[in-house]
């Protein structure tokens, strides 16, 4: 059994960034696909980022691309979310997400992951 736990999240303004961290246990990380998922208020839960067993592919959603970078390091069973130039859109509980997935094949769906976090607040201000 994988358990995951999200920080980093909190109150930043708009134009600001943040790091979210991702601390896996209990499986063998680097076999595992990794994703950020956001839930807005009174909205369903989206795809923001994946990224590949060995971190050598990523996948954005359009509304971060250029603004948010995935990444993970093995060695530490730990996965990041650093999110610049923050946007009041942005304000929604970040969950991270896994699945053992030994490809370089990036998940974009919710139903493709197994394990989840219980999630980190994130809140812009504008």
């Known amino acids: 059994q994988v358990q995951l736990v999200e920080s980093g999240g909190g109150l930043v303004q708009a134009g600001g960034s943040l790091r979210l961290s991702c601390a896996a246990s209990?499986?063998?990380?680097?076999?595992?696909?990794m994703g950020w998922f956001r839930q807005a208020p009174g909205k369903e839960r989206e795809f923001a980022a994946g990224i590949s067993w060995s971190g050598g592919s990523t996948s954005y959603a359009d509304s971060v691309k250029g603004r948010f970078t995935i990444s993970r390091d093995n060695a530490k069973n730990t996965v990041y979310l650093t999110m610049n130039s923050l946007k009041p859109e942005d304000t929604a509980v970040y969950y991270c997400?896994?699945?053992?997935?030994?490809?370089?094949?990036?998940?974009?769906?919710?139903?493709?992951?197994?394990?989840w976090g219980q999630g980190t607040q994130v809140t812009v201000s504008s």
């Open positions: 209990g499986g063998t990380f680097n076999s595992y696909a």
């Open positions: 997400a896994a699945k053992h997935f030994p490809t370089e094949e990036i998940l974009t769906r919710e139903y493709q992951y197994r394990y």
